[in-house]
Structure formats: structure tokens, C-alpha cells
Nanobody
Framework: QVQLVESGGGLVQAGGSLRLSCAAS????????MGWFRQAPGKEREYVAG????????YYADSVKGRFTIFRDNPKNTVYLRMNSLKPEDTAVYYC???????????WGQGTQVTVSS
């Protein structure tokens, strides 16, 4: 079955960096685009970044553009989110997801908590 397992979250000071990982299994990882989303307390889940199956095309929300980088390692079945210059407003649970097609995502991980202190 499809499984997505995030890791790498934690507590970091503002201006710091983290790298999130999402290990995928149960499907042909290299055939799917992937994405990262986040949800802060009391807020709706929001899109953060996306990447094509080959890794050659990436997309970012305006709020993270220039600070976050999404990339993937297909032989390792893993997608990453490198987060630099973190801000307190980046505090959220971060989820990776498999892109079914278009803007639809069909499988989600359990999430990893990122907390940025001021």
C-alpha cells in the first residue's frame, strides 16, 4: 500500500534552517509528482511546494519562494523540503503528498511538526 513518512521537523530559531524528508513506498515513486503542504493551528491546510516526477519542474507558494527548495531523489524514493530563513509564521505541521494529477493529491503522510521560535 502507498505510504508516505515525513521526518526532519523540530524546533528552530527564526532565521534557522531545517530539511524535511518524505520517504515513499508502495508505488512507482518516479512516476508521480509530489508536493508539500502545511497546516498551522486554527488555519486551513495550505500548499507549500510541488515537484514534477522528474524533478525538473518545481512550484512554490509566494510565502516561501526564495527561502524553501523542494527536490527529490528518485532512486531513494524520497522527496525533500529544504527550508532556510525560517520565520515564526512557518510554524505548522508539514505534510507530503502524492500528486494524482493536475492539482489533485491522493495520498498523504502523517505530518511532521515544525516550530520556529522568535
Amino acid at each position: 500500500q502507498v505510504q508516505l513518512v515525513e521526518s526532519g521537523g523540530g524546533l528552530v530559531q527564526a532565521g534557522g534552517s531545517l530539511r524535511l524528508s518524505c520517504a515513499a513506498s508502495g508505488f512507482t515513486f518516479s512516476s508521480y509528482g509530489m508536493g508539500w503542504f502545511r497546516q498551522a493551528p486554527g488555519k486551513e491546510r495550505e500548499y507549500v511546494a510541488g515537484i514534477s516526477w522528474s524533478g525538473t519542474i518545481t512550484y512554490y507558494a509566494d510565502s516561501v519562494k526564495g527561502r524553501f527548495t523542494i527536490f527529490r531523489d528518485n532512486p531513494k524514493n524520497t522527496v525533500y523540503l529544504r527550508m532556510n530563513s525560517l520565520k515564526p509564521e512557518d510554524t505548522a505541521v508539514y505534510y507530503c503528498a502524492r500528486r494524482r494529477g493536475g492539482t489533485e493529491y491522493d495520498y498523504w503522510g502523517q505530518g511532521t511538526q515544525v516550530t520556529v521560535s522568535s
